[in-house]
C-alpha cells in the first residue's frame, strides 16, 4: 500500500517571500501521478499543481512549483511571492496509474501542511 | 458548469443516531467518490463508485456505513448508527473517466471536490 507523508504539521510565510512544503511517499509502483492540494477554512479541496512520475521535468504553475525526486520519492511544493489567499491547509497526495476497470484512481492523502501567510 | 454539490453542509446528531448525505457529481462524470477526513488527517477514501457500481470499498465500514449510487448519478451516504468516531467531514469527489477508452480528452482524470459535509457526534 502507498503512503503520502508530511512532516511539517506548521509552516509560516511573510507575504512576498518563499516557502517550500515537504511530502514524501512510499510505492513500489513506477508509474503514477502525484498532487498538491489546497483546503481553505470553506474546506473546498482545491488543486494547486500535478506532476506524472514518468516526467522529469518539475511542474510549474504560475507561482507554484514542485521539485520531483523520483528516486528519493521526495515531491516538495514551493510558492514563491506567498500572498495572504495562500493561507489553507496543504494535502500532498499520490494517485496511482490506474487500469482499464478504472479502479485504483483513489487520492491517498499526507496529514497535511497548515500555512500562514503573515502581512 | 456546476461543480460537486453536497447537502447537508453541516449535521449535528447524538450517537446511535442515524444520517445520511447526499453528493450530486458533476454531470457527466463516470466516478464518484466519497473520502472521510477526520480533524488533523487527510482525507480517506471509503468508496468509489464507476457508473452505479461500487469499484472499491474496502475502507467502509460495513457494518454502519452504506452507500449507493441510483442511476449512476447522485449518490447517499449513510451512517447507522453512528460512533463518536464518525465524527469528521465527509467529501465527495467525481472524475470524468469510466471504462477504458472513454474520457481520453481528461488523461489525469483530475478529480473535483464538493465542499463537504461536517458531522459531529454528540
Known amino acids: 500500500a502507498q503512503t503520502v507523508t508530511q512532516s511539517q504539521p506548521e509552516m509560516s510565510v511573510q507575504e512576498a517571500e518563499t516557502v517550500t512544503l515537504s511530502c514524501t511517499y512510499d510505492t513500489s509502483e513506477s508509474d503514477y501521478y502525484l498532487f498538491w492540494y489546497k483546503q481553505p477554512p470553506s474546506r473546498q479541496m482545491i488543486l494547486v499543481i500535478r506532476q506524472e512520475a514518468y516526467k522529469q521535468q518539475n511542474a510549474t504553475e504560475n507561482r507554484f512549483s514542485v521539485n520531483f525526486q523520483k528516486a528519493a520519492k521526495s515531491f516538495s511544493l514551493k510558492i514563491s511571492d506567498s500572498q495572504l489567499g495562500d493561507a489553507a491547509m496543504y494535502f500532498c497526495a499520490y494517485r496511482s496509474e490506474g487500469d482499464s476497470g478504472g479502479s485504483n484512481y483513489k487520492l491517498t492523502f499526507g496529514k497535511g501542511t497548515l500555512l500562514t501567510v503573515n502581512p | 458548469e456546476a461543480g460537486v454539490a453536497q447537502s447537508p453542509r453541516y449535521k449535528i446528531i447524538e450517537k446511535r443516531q442515524s444520517v445520511a448525505f447526499w453528493c450530486n457529481p458533476i454531470s457527466g462524470h463516470a466516478t464518484l467518490y466519497w473520502y472521510q477526513q477526520i480533524l488533523g488527517q487527510g482525507p480517506k477514501l471509503l468508496i468509489q463508485?464507476?457508473?452505479?457500481?461500487?469499484?472499491?470499498d474496502s475502507q467502509l465500514p460495513k457494518d454502519r456505513f452504506s452507500a449507493e449510487r441510483l442511476k449512476g448519478v447522485d449518490s447517499t451516504l449513510k451512517i447507522q448508527p453512528a460512533k463518536l468516531e464518525d465524527s469528521a467531514v465527509y467529501l465527495c469527489?467525481?472524475?470524468?473517466?469510466?471504462?477504458?477508452?472513454?474520457?481520453?480528452?481528461?488523461?489525469?482524470?483530475?478529480?473535483?471536490f464538493g465542499p463537504g459535509t461536517r458531522l459531529t457526534v454528540l
Open positions: 463508485f464507476q457508473n452505479n457500481g461500487v469499484v472499491d
Open positions: 469527489a467525481s472524475s470524468p473517466r469510466g471504462l477504458a477508452g472513454v474520457g481520453v480528452a481528461f488523461p489525469y482524470n483530475e478529480q473535483f
